[in-house]
């Protein structure tokens, strides 16, 4: 069964104090794997979407990586703004023709100044 | 602005109601969709529609029936509410069935 876990659940962090957000994965062959912002009371915003082991795309302070089993999603220096829970979404090959998107529970980030 | 857009935001009423939700889209999409989120936050697809075409039906109950207009709309009605049905409905749309799926603010329901 197609899967999607991330961790930690919550973290909490110091401005400035770079980490790492993690999406395990298992799929029957995977063609995208999606990261969403959601802020409180707010719908999921799209970041990035990666195809292949070895990808990777940055946005500001924001760096998503794939390998075959799980991305990452790096953020440096980050700011109380980037407070907000950030989703991973993987979409198998077989249902490329339907559109599935199989979501993890999310991480909470919070940044405090 | 272009958008995928939702009405009611908020919508509290009885259990054993039946409601209805809206979902626009400007985007020009082919594709649209709609996901329930839990307390947990977790997303869970529910319906998917491409050019007014059910594509998708996840395990729903059958109280459950979206209905796509046109290409533009998807509107979810819920017959005979039940508490369990009290969360977050999000609507989502995109090009086709394989690209990028982008969401409205959501329309929170409670069951009472």
């Known amino acids: 069964e197609d899967q999607v876990t991330q961790s930690p659940e919550a973290l909490r962090l110091q401005e400035g104090e770079s980490s790492s957000l993690n999406c395990s994965y298992t799929v029957s062959g995977l063609r995208g794997l999606f990261w969403y912002r959601q802020d409180p009371g707010k719908g999921p915003e799209f970041l990035f979407t990666?195809?292949?082991a070895g990808e990777e795309k940055e946005k500001e302070r924001l760096k998503a990586t794939l390998t075959k089993k799980e991305s990452f999603l790096h953020i440096t220096a980050p700011k109380p703004e980037d407070s907000a829970t950030y989703l991973c979404?993987?979409?198998?090959?077989?249902?490329?023709?339907?559109?599935?998107?199989?979501f993890g529970q999310g991480t909470t980030l919070q940044v405090k100044p | 602005d272009t958008a995928v857009s939702q009405t009611p935001k908020y919508l509290v009423t009885q259990m054993g109601n039946d409601k209805s939700i809206k979902c626009e889209q400007n985007?020009?999409?082919?594709?649209m969709y709609w996901y329930k989120q839990d307390s947990k936050k977790f997303l869970k697809i529910m319906f998917s529609?491409?050019?007014?075409?059910?594509?998708i039906n996840e395990t729903v109950p059958n109280r459950f029936s979206p209905k796509s207009p046109d290409k533009a709309h998807l509107n979810l009605h819920i017959n005979s509410l039940e508490l369990g049905d009290s969360a977050v409905y999000f609507c989502?749309?995109?090009?086709?069935?394989?690209?990028?799926?982008?969401f409205g603010p959501g329309t929170r329901l409670t069951a009472l």
């Open positions: 989502a749309s995109s090009p086709n069935q394989g690209s990028t799926q982008y």
């Open positions: 990666l195809y292949s």
């Open positions: 979404a993987v979409q198998a090959r077989g249902s490329s023709n339907t559109g599935k998107l199989i």
């Open positions: 985007l020009g999409h082919d594709t």
């Open positions: 529609y491409n050019n007014k075409e059910l594509i």
